[in-house]
């Protein structure tokens, strides 16, 4: 499993929009299914959204549908979130299915705030 650096999080206002990245260290994406997960204080980590190679599957947490967006390229898998809200603080993750399941290794995450 290559290492995935997530990145594009901070401290915004409810009703703000941010864009999270993750990309490959050292390489292009590999062409698994890839996935953003969340995981706020106090709680599992939960599912948000996944994306086929070809852009072609794309899967979201139902409570999350019509605000955030899962989009990939060659250079990383993206999470376009909108409408943000407090509920939506979190560390969020990015990985990649195997044929066994999502990968074992988790990254740092890059933390989600929204202010109210």
């Known amino acids: 499993q290559v290492e995935l650096v997530e990145s594009g999080g901070g401290l915004v206002q409810v009703g703000d929009s941010l864009t999270l990245s993750c990309t490959a260290s050292?390489?292009?994406?590999?062409?698994?299914?890839m996935g953003w997960f969340r995981q706020a204080p106090g709680k599992e980590r939960e599912f948000v959204a996944a994306?086929?190679?070809?852009?072609?599957n794309i899967y979201y947490a139902d409570s999350l549908k019509g605000r955030f967006t899962i989009s990939r390229d060659n250079g990383g898998v993206y999470l376009r979130m909108i409408h943000l809200k407090p509920e939506d603080t979190a560390v969020y993750y990015c990985?990649?299915?195997?044929?066994?399941?999502?990968?074992?290794?988790w990254g740092q995450g890059t933390q989600v705030t929204v202010s109210s």
């Open positions: 990985n990649e299915e195997f044929p066994t399941g999502w990968g074992a290794e």
């Open positions: 050292g390489r292009t994406l590999s062409s698994n299914t």
């Open positions: 994306i086929n190679w070809s852009g072609s």
